[in-house]
């Protein structure tokens, strides 16, 4: 991950825990590079230990800067943090359990890149106000194109657009599809959305945040496309129903052939075709 500029909040000792956090994730990547396979899980381990702790120090003094200036949205960002720390608890169960395997650090990597990049310039701008805030939308549809726009927008600096906002073509036409399942205890119900989105624009967009040109989709690419399109959607949901209940249930990558099959039979309550200069993606959304 490179650090830039723009991803400076203007609080010194937050943005030096930022860029501590980005060395801390680098130093992960790197040990995919050693040929050593010894040396490699012994720093891994190494590695993986100071994160979790430079996480919970970083979390608690950003929390605590929050609630000294009455942030209007601290709860809400607390239940990000804690909800990351599970993350980071869940997958170094997987990193120890596959005996630190070349895929489960790319699949580390890859959650943990889309995550911190998505909170920097998106939750933690907020703190101090350089966030967009979106108004109210009437339909799911309108806070769908909202949400993508904006945030895809400032997180890769590219400028999707609304190709088609009925969009009733072929779901398989994508190259990478996940399908992804939310639910509230309150009267919100549950959801399913699915993206699909073409090969080339999951490369450059993961290549971007992890500052390397990328050629091939692998778990590291998957599973940052899965954690973006978690954040994403997670925030539509609590934006258009202005509620924190959400949950997700289910995240998962699926192939052009399952599609049909993590389809609901019923007409989606929405379905939203996003054009590029790198390339095109959809969300199509059922409430169930």
Not at 72 to 93: C, E, G, M, P, V
Request: aromatic share 10%.
């Amino acid at each position: 991950m490179i650090w830039r500029e723009e991803y400076a909040l203007g609080i010194e000792a937050l943005d030096k825990q930022h860029q501590g956090l980005f060395i801390a994730v680098n130093s992960l990547s790197d040990l995919l590079k050693t040929s050593n396979k010894r040396r490699s899980q012994r720093a891994c381990f190494e590695a993986l230990k100071y994160l979790e702790n430079y996480t919970v120090v970083h979390f608690k003094e950003e929390e605590e800067y929050q609630q000294s200036i009455g942030y209007i949205n601290y709860a809400q960002h607390k239940r990000q943090h804690d909800a990351f720390l599970k993350t980071i608890s869940y997958t170094k169960l997987d990193l120890t359990q596959s005996d630190f395997s070349d895929a489960s650090i790319k699949r580390f990597v890859g959650v943990l890149t889309s995550w911190l990049l998505y909170h920097i310039k998106n939750s933690d701008q907020s703190i101090v106000g350089t966030v967009t805030h979106f108004s109210d939308a009437s339909s799911m549809s309108r806070m769908l194109q909202k949400v993508m726009l904006k945030v895809i927008e400032d997180m890769f600096h590219i400028n999707p657009e609304v190709a088609d906002d009925n969009y009733k073509g072929d779901f398989s036409d994508g190259d990478l599809f996940c399908v992804l399942d939310f639910s509230s205890d309150e009267e919100e119900g549950e959801y399913r959305f699915i993206l699909a989105l073409e090969e080339y624009l999951a490369l450059r967009t993961v290549g971007s945040i992890v500052g390397e040109t990328l050629d091939e989709v692998d778990e590291l690419v998957a599973s940052a496309i899965e954690e973006l399109a978690n954040v994403l959607i997670l925030q539509v949901l609590t934006l258009f129903h202005n509620s924190e209940n959400f949950e997700g249930k289910q995240i998962k990558m699926i192939q052009s052939k399952d599609v049909w099959r993590h389809s609901p039979q019923e007409a989606p309550e929405c379905s939203v075709l996003f054009s590029s200069n790198m390339g095109n993606f959809a969300v199509r959304v059922w409430r169930r």
